[in-house]
């Protein structure tokens, strides 16, 4: 049954815009309130948007709690190229909140087993994800849950597919840079927050849009799990919603 809500922005910086209000809403409500977060070029209005807001005071990251979705394996924090590196750079060397309450994978971590086992830990520990933010793959991967013949439910170690490693050189200095796998959160971890929301801009989105949301929920389109979740807002740009048509 599709039951989410869908919001057209004009731009994609709008739909930052419109993002940010949504996680505005929440943070206000709970000062340490836990907020999940992804990577990618999707989310970049969104995360200036939420440092100007702490900038005129709107909101405030001093007690909030941040889980981020994944991490590729084999780079350090301090590496460009690595989600830590992307999230340092664009929101929390800007932003009030500590650093004892950022969780992020250890790309570097060689028990993968524990580190995943702690990750879905750490999460339960702080009364889970309050609002989730999600971009989507091509392909509909969310997180690095890449396509497969079911969905995964916890923190997971993923090996990533041809079409996501092309998709992510751009990033890189060569193909062969891109890491082969990647921790990821499953699932069943991003369908256990309380709310989703989920930016998608660019008229090369819309037909995964349409695949995901206006089709049959599939292991294959792992973002289309989401038309099973009670409260998801999807926040297109005028090209990506153009896949409704
Ligand atoms: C990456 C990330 C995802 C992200 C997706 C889309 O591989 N792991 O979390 O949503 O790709 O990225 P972009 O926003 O750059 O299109």
Redesign the pocket.
């Known amino acids: 049954m599709f039951h989410m809500k869908v919001i057209k922005a004009k731009t994609h910086k709008e739909a930052g815009y419109l993002a940010a209000d949504e996680f505005e809403k929440v943070m206000g409500k709970k000062a340490d309130c836990v907020i999940g977060l ?6 970049l209005p969104f995360y200036d948007e939420l440092i100007q807001r702490e900038k005129n005071r709107a909101l405030s990251f001093s007690s909030v709690r941040t889980v981020n ?2 991490e590729y394996v084999g780079l350090e924090a301090e590496d460009p190229q690595s ?1 830590r590196y992307y999230m340092q750079k664009n929101l929390f060397d800007h932003i009030s909140i500590k650093k004892e309450n950022i969780l992020i994978p250890n790309g570097l971590e060689k028990d993968k087993e524990t580190l995943c086992r702690k990750y879905e830990n750490q999460i339960e520990v702080w009364g889970g994800i309050d609002i989730q933010l ?5 392909n509909g ?4 849950n890449e396509p497969d013949d079911f969905f995964a439910v916890s923190t997971h170690e993923v090996k ?1 597919t041809e079409k ?1 490693r092309k ?2 050189q751009r990033f890189f200095k060569s193909p062969n840079d891109v890491p082969k796998s ?1 921790i ?1 959160v499953g699932i069943g971890t991003i369908m256990s927050a309380k709310k989703i929301v989920m ?1 998608a ?2 008229g ?2 819309a037909e995964i849009i349409k695949k995901a949301f206006c089709g049959p929920v599939t292991p294959k389109i792992p973002a289309s799990i989401l038309q099973f979740h009670p409260n998801v807002t999807l926040i297109c740009d005028e090209a990506a919603y153009m896949g409704f048509y």
């Open positions: 992804a990577t990618g070029s999707t989310p979705l994944d989600y999600l971009g989507i793959g091509h991967h969310i997180g690095f990533l996501t998709a992510n990647a990821t930016m801009v660019g090369d989105k």
